[in-house]
């Protein structure tokens, strides 16, 4: 068999632990066989980042700005006792912190369904996509314990002075207060990079805050995302036959779990961050959520959503045998590889990556899956480990190529 030609390489970020194995595993067993693989390899394993004081993670951002496609393994985000686990010469910040903040990107979460595994809510028929604003809000704040009685303001100071708004009074016992902020060109970044993604996945975009009770604040969100909704895409909308929407985010949560699916949910930082969490859970797994990063100047980076699974490592280290997911990380690739297509006129290449995720799905619907997966399965599941499980899914995908 000739394997399929590649113009532009992926831009390849390895990464930590029990997802480190099956990354390997993958790309020997599903993708090499198949494809002339060609990719730009940065070791973003943690004892690189140390070697390099971390220039690693910022020279495969900057790759994925040149070339445009990247593919990620999740890695450690160091905390102290990972300092001391790899004996680390600093607390280097999380990989994925510093690529969204040098993309300037937005991530998109979403699950993979599969037949057999019913979500909780049972009319959730198609994949809701979860966007996340990952920028300033609560995750930024300044908070103060006022311990008695005390008055507090809001001060700002700009070319025209000082502005001082009253917040409150406290009585002797005193409470609590916090002052938060966004800015208006992370606002405009995550409503681009929403708006791309639905045309480019052609979906319908909702957005929801709570811009009735927060006034200025929220109400801004809401602003910006109609502004540039009506000046840069609602002819192109339109034309696709997709809606973007606005609603009170109390709506909107009647009306998700109402739906069937099939949308994007754009949240603010902390409503995405609780909303992510609840779609993956009502869906079933996380280790079944693919997660892409995309920047409002159309650069695109594919992981999965869970983490190195540690536990699962410790085990393998241990010589004992691992039943690790390796699904999401499957899709990362496929993600990739699709996109890389796309922007290539590559079409085998696509259509090898839409293969390789039928081929997937295709097995666990067979009976045979990882023991995350048996455990919530509808009807006889064969657990495998995660080799036999790459190797079904191989046996699979060459039926589908032959
Ligand atoms: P995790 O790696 O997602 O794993 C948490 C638990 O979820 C696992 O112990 C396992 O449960 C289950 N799980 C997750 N993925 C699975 C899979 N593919 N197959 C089967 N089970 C799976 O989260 P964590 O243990 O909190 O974090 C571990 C490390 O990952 C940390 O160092 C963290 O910094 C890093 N992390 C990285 C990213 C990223 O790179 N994007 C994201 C999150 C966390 P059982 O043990 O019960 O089987
Ligand atoms: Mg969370």
């Not at 927060?214 to 696709?240: G, M, P, R, V």
């Not at 039943?323 to 699709?338: E, H, K, V």
């Not at 509808?378 to 039926?399: H, P, Y």
Request: hydrophobic content about 35%; charged content about 25%.
């Amino acid at each position: 068999m000739t394997k399929i030609p590649m113009n532009t390489p992926l831009v390849e970020l390895d990464g930590d632990e029990m997802t480190r194995i099956i990354w390997k595993e993958i790309k020997e067993q599903l993708i090499l066989p198949f494809v002339d693989l060609k990719t730009e390899y940065y070791d973003l394993g943690l004892p690189y980042r140390d070697e390099t004081n971390d220039q690693v993670t910022v020279d495969a951002t900057n790759a994925i700005k040149k070339y445009g496609v990247g593919v990620k393994c999740a890695t450690i985000t160091p905390n102290a006792s990972r300092v001391k686990e790899y004996n680390l010469k600093e607390m280097w910040k999380s990989p994925n912190g510093t690529l969204r903040a040098m993309l300037d990107g937005t991530v998109f979460r979403a699950p993979i369904i599969v037949k057999g595994i019913t979500p909780y809510i049972r009319n959730w028929e198609k994949p809701i996509t979860i966007a996340r604003h990952a920028f300033g809000d609560i995750y930024k704040d300044t908070e103060a314990k006022i311990e008695g009685k005390a008055t507090a303001e809001l001060v700002y100071t700009d070319e025209n002075g000082e502005t001082r708004l009253p917040i409150y009074s406290y009585n002797e016992n005193g409470g609590i207060l916090l002052g938060m902020y966004n800015t208006r060109d992370s606002i405009s970044s995550f409503a681009r990079s929403c708006f791309n993604f639905a045309v480019d996945t052609k979906q319908d975009l909702w957005f929801s805050t709570k811009d009735t009770i927060s006034k200025k604040y929220d109400h801004t969100f809401k602003d910006i995302f109609q502004e540039i909704y009506e000046n840069e895409y609602k002819a192109k909308f339109e034309e696709l036959g997709i809606e973007y929407f606005y609603t009170l985010i109390d709506d909107a949560v009647a009306r998700v779990v109402r739906s069937n699916g099939g949308f994007i949910w754009a949240l603010k930082n902390y409503d995405g961050d609780v909303m992510s969490d609840m779609v993956a859970t009502v869906f079933g797994s996380l280790s079944m959520m693919t997660s892409v990063l995309v920047s409002p100047d159309g650069n695109y980076e594919y992981e999965a959503a869970h983490g190195t699974v540690t536990r699962h490592y410790y085990r393998y280290l241990k010589g004992e045998e691992t039943s690790t997911n390796p699904i999401a990380t499957i899709f990362a690739w496929t993600g990739a590889l699709n996109k890389r297509g796309e922007m290539d006129g590559n079409e085998e290449l696509s259509a090898f990556a839409k293969k390789l995720e039928k081929a997937t799905l295709s097995t666990v619907e067979s009976g045979k899956m990882t023991g995350d997966l048996a455990a919530i399965f509808e009807g006889d599941a064969e657990t495998l480990n995660t080799k036999e499980f790459i190797a079904a899914i191989r046996s699979n995908l060459e039926n589908l190529l032959k």
